[in-house]
């Protein structure tokens, strides 16, 4: 028999003042085991603990109840208690008497029977609670950053910088990300390339940091502290050791017809391509669904003119292995595609872009060397309308509900840099509200309208429609002075809503890590732990958690590396002792558990067993690796044998609880 | 049926994973949103934990009803624990209904640790469906009734 200690907490009045605390403590205390009762004011607090660590002394207690707030609160608190005063851990179990019951309870007497119960409940699983002990992990010492935006970037050499290796595994051939297409970045204006490619140098330069570019995470096996990672090198057919980056190859390649995608289709590269300038690494790529050579066999142009010798037409995917201690998801996002918005004839007319072609229709490195000219006709564009809000906000189905957060502000600067260079042009801005609360946003955003003259009109676009002479009727409702416009405009820039990268939702599955309805990923607590996914070990950085602008994505990304060195120093990790473990004698070797679990921690050994007839048998019978199994418990009810069961969570725990509920 | 409505207080058992719905209670307990005693939370570690056996004996020492919460699909800590849980309950409960408890005395419901509403607001609708059936006899051992 347990000789178990009950200690009931009045949570200042929070408890207090809906259950009789001294009612409940008195009658629990002739519950079977129990030796010893007590109420305190502040279990938690110093004075609260010492009362218990002198109870587990002086009254040899064996098990521990403690009447409080959640366990998701105090549990580990008083886990740490118990060990302190020599009492195993897991010997103690609480009865949740605030968050469900005094706080939901307003009648005294009711209150204070359920608390009872709990009380009861609580009880009645501590006698069955065994002594458990946590297994310990060593922690590799080395993290993953999945993609190579400037989220993957920051995060990356925040944790090279304090000693550890880091991986950045980016699909695309070179890392950068987003901003790497960007012209000038609100709120200061200074040039995105000159900001984001001394930092691309640093990670390539850095002796902590490996990039796999133009790689994907295949598999993720382990958990925290051991992971392993399959990484597939996709086939450039270049070597990038022997290539120099000189781009001889790009411009000899007869297949010029490519749509380039870093210029969003707004002009074309060759089969062979460095994606820009200052890529990192700048490494040559065949693109095998344009190369001559790779389609028919003919050609092989670019291999006679390298003179590294660097070109293979042989290559193939490559999956290397890696182990790793924590994961950092930061594969960032994208401008919604626009199919479903006619209404703005984005397919129709080239004149119609989007905020990010039109970031490239004004950068020095874009199609048109950074002079401001129409898809169209490559005429100067002289009336310009903004449609902010295109797929944001909106509740119909083909947009997205929420706020993409950053296209207030990039118009803002998109209109503001139009009237600097070219004065003559008139800038429209259709918007819904302007919302700008960052540091020096609103004062941005006030630049445009007053020292700029860009028209805002709060309002919204119905119909973009294509004229006969080559402009663009714009209609739409201006709210406040209510009526409705007629535009004609040489060029239609639609800010459209940012979503998560596509690849974000498998991902997410690989690495078990939760995602919100919109494909977000989920953070461990909205407010309190705003960088780590639920699933431990894995880390979020940048826009693939929220929209986010640089400042922010460049904040989170830091705070991200911080948590993950905070991570690598330790050496060791205590594991969830809570795990599954199968009865040998019971287990027939079914394989039922090993279907249902989620992990593969289930697997099976040949046992030499004694039988009755004193002979010997082998059987073949579950195993679980408590190093891998996560403790979710499928197994256990997935046995037809009843041979598997849950440490902490046991079959004979729960059924004592349900009848002390029901009693 | 002779159930005096404002007399019964019906017997809830409900589990709740940890991940998601024992976090939405304490969320609707923070909020201090109200549901009626009568409901009893266990926790478990995910929805696919609960065995059916649990179930059973609930309704055995007398509970007139029992709901399962859990994370919603695709939300699941452990990935896919909720989808064996769905699959698993569907079978049970109308297992249940034919032996004569009723197919509204036991409920799968997803919440998540954000619906502390959805969480209280569960609890009251089931409370008053289960209490609109009154008690259950059925599978009920008199051996465990108090006197
Ligand atoms: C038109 C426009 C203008 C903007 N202007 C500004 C501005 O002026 N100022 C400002 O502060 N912000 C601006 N922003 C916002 C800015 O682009 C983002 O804040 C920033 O790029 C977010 O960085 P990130 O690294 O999180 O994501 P990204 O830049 O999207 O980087 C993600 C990286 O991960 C890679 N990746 C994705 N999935 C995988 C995968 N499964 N495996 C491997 N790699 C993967 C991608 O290829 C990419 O390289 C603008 C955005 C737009 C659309
Ligand atoms: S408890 Fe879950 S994780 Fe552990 S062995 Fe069983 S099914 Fe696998
Ligand atoms: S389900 Fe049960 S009996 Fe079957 S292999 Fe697993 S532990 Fe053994
Ligand atoms: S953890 Fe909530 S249902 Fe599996």
Redesign the pocket.
């Known amino acids: 028999m347990q000789r178990i200690g009950v200690f009931v907490c009045w949570c200042g009045s929070n408890i207090a003042a809906t259950v009789d605390v001294k009612q409940v403590a008195e009658t629990l205390k002739s519950e079977p085991g129990v030796v010893f009762a007590a109420d305190y004011q502040y279990m938690c607090s110093e004075a609260g603990q010492n009362l218990i660590k002198d109870a587990i002394r002086d009254h040899k207690l064996t098990g521990v109840v403690i009447c409080s707030c959640s366990p998701r609160m105090h549990e580990a608190t008083f886990r740490k208690t118990a060990a302190a005063a020599g009492l195993n851990p897991y010997m103690v179990e609480i009865a949740n008497i605030r968050e469900q019951c005094s706080w939901i309870h307003k009648d005294k007497a009711v209150a204070t029977e359920k608390a009872i119960i709990l009380g009861r409940a609580a009880i009645a699983k501590v006698h069955l609670n065994a002594p458990l002990t946590p297994g310990e992990s060593p922690v590799t010492k080395r993290a993953l950053v999945?993609?190579?935006?400037?989220?993957?970037i920051q995060t990356a050499l925040d944790i090279a910088e304090a000693g550890f290796p880091v991986d950045i595994?980016?699909?695309?051939p070179t890392?950068?990300?987003?901003?790497a297409q960007?012209d000038?970045?609100?709120p200061t204006l200074d040039c995105a390339a000159c900001i984001l490619t001394p930092k691309m140098v640093d990670a390539a330069q850095h002796e902590n940091i490996h990039i796999y570019a133009y790689s994907?995470?295949e598999e993720v096996k382990g958990f925290v502290g051991n992971f392993s990672v399959t990484i597939r090198k996709k086939a450039r057919m270049v070597d990038p050791v022997k290539c120099t980056g000189c781009g001889l190859c790009t411009e000899k390649c007869p297949m010029k017809k490519v749509p380039n995608e870093f210029n969003l289709g707004m002009n074309n590269r060759s089969a062979i391509y460095i994606p820009f300038a200052q890529a990192v690494p700048k490494v040559a790529t065949i693109d095998p669904a344009y190369c001559i050579k790779m389609k028919t066999g003919k050609c092989g142009l670019c291999s006679t003119v390298c003179e590294a010798g660097a070109i293979d037409y042989t290559q193939q995917d490559e999956l290397v292995e890696e182990q790793y201690g924590a994961i950092v998801v930061?594969?960032?996002?994208n401008?919604i595609k626009l199919d479903q918005f006619d209404e703005f004839a984005y397919a129709q007319s080239p004149d119609v872009i989007t905020?990010?072609e039109?970031?490239r229709l004004t950068n020095a490195a874009g199609p048109t060397a950074g002079t401001l000219l129409r898809p169209s006709d490559g005429k100067h564009p002289h009336t310009i309308v903004f449609v902010q809000c295109v797929g944001s906000r909106c509740d119909g189905g083909k947009g997205k509900s929420y706020c993409s957060k950053?296209c207030c502000?990039?118009t803002a600067?998109h209109a503001m840099l139009t009237r600097e260079k070219y004065p003559d042009t008139d800038v429209y801005v259709f918007y819904i509200d302007v919302r700008t609360p960052g540091k020096n946003f609103d004062e941005f955003y006030r630049r445009a309208v007053e020292e700029y003259g860009v028209h805002y009109i709060k309002g919204m676009v119905g119909k973009v429609a294509p004229q006969a002479d080559g402009t663009l009727l714009v209609q739409g409702s201006d709210l406040i002075e209510n009526r409705q416009l007629r535009l004609n405009a040489d060029l239609v820039v639609l800010a459209a809503a940012?979503e998560p990268?596509a690849?974000?939702r498998p991902?997410a599955t690989k690495l078990t890590a939760s995602m919100d309805t919109n494909d977000f990923f989920t953070e461990a607590h909205p407010k309190l732990r705003p960088v780590e996914s639920p699933t431990a070990g894995i880390f979020l950085?940048?826009?693939?958690q929220g929209p986010?602008?640089?400042?922010e994505?460049v904040s989170q990304a830091s705070a991200a590396a911080a948590k993950v060195i905070g991570l690598l120093v330790k050496d060791k990790l205590k594991g969830n002792p809570c795990v599954a473990h199968s009865n040998e004698m019971m287990c027939n070797g079914c394989s039922s558990c090993e279907k249902v679990c989620p992990y593969g921690a289930i697997t099976y050994v040949d046992k030499e067993f004694r039988m009755p007839d004193r002979t010997t048998a082998i059987r073949r019978v579950a195993s679980v690796n408590p190093a891998v199994c996560q403790g979710c418990g499928a197994c256990t009810v997935a046995c037809p044998s009843g041979a598997m069961d849950l440490n902490g969570f046991s079959n004979s725990q729960i059924m004592a609880e349900v009848d002390a509920i029901c009693k | 049926m002779q159930v005096n409505e404002k007399e019964f207080k019906p017997l809830i058992v409900a589990f709740c994973c940890n991940w998601c719905s024992y976090a939405g209670a304490d969320l609707s307990g923070t909020n201090r949103l109200n549901y009626p005693a009568n409901v009893k939370i266990i926790r478990v570690p995910c929805s696919c934990r609960v065995n059916p056996m649990f179930v059973l004996r609930a309704f055995q020492r007398g509970a007139d009803g029992v709901i399962l919460c859990g994370c919603h699909p695709g939300d699941c800590h452990y990935t896919t624990g909720n989808y064996y849980t769905r699959r698993r309950m569907t079978l049970l409960f109308s297992m249940l209904d034919y032996l004569g408890i009723e197919r509204d005395r036991t409920r799968v419901e997803w919440v998540s640790a954000a619906e502390g509403a959805k969480f209280a607001a569960t609890m009251n609708d089931f409370v008053a469906t289960v209490t609109r059936l009154g008690e259950n006899k059925r599978l009920e051992d008199l051996r465990c009734k108090k006197q």
């Open positions: 999945i993609g190579g935006g400037i989220a993957g595994v980016e699909k695309q890392i950068g990300g987003k901003m960007l000038k970045t609100f994907e995470v930061a594969t960032g996002y401008p905020s990010l039109f970031e950053i502000m990039y600067k940012i990268d690849s974000a991902l950085s940048g826009a693939c986010k602008d640089i400042p994505t």
